[in-house]
């Protein structure tokens, strides 16, 4: 399957660690449209329990990019904004959760995973 180039393809990246960040960089370095950039949520953490923003999120706010948070990733109302948008394809990156098959659907060139296995 190839994807070509151009703005017409509208990708929604699911990731969160650091591990993701060179793909998503290297996405929007080549143009491609990321219509959405879905992370964890941001989490307490510590002894004052401030929130801990994921690598992911702080480089979509880099990049001015959208960016969906949601506890759960089987939420009706948060599969019902994904397919509002209309993607071409979902790309997943150490996103850290398991991604519902009504997910990996959504687009018409469905989903890929870059894994480290």
Known sequence: ???QKSTKNKIIFFGTSDFAIPILEALIKN???IIAVVT???REAG???EKNTSPVKKTALKYGLKILQPEKVKD????KIL????PDLNIVCSYGRIIPEEII?????KTINIHTS
């Open 1 to 3: 399957m190839t994807v």
């Open 105 to 109: 659907e959504i687009p018409e060139h």
């Open 31 to 33: 143009q491609y449209k």
């Open 83 to 86: 397919k509002e948008m209309s």
């Open 76 to 79: 009706a109302e948060f599969i």
């Open 47 to 49: 002894r004052g329990y």
């Open 40 to 42: 964890q949520p941001d």
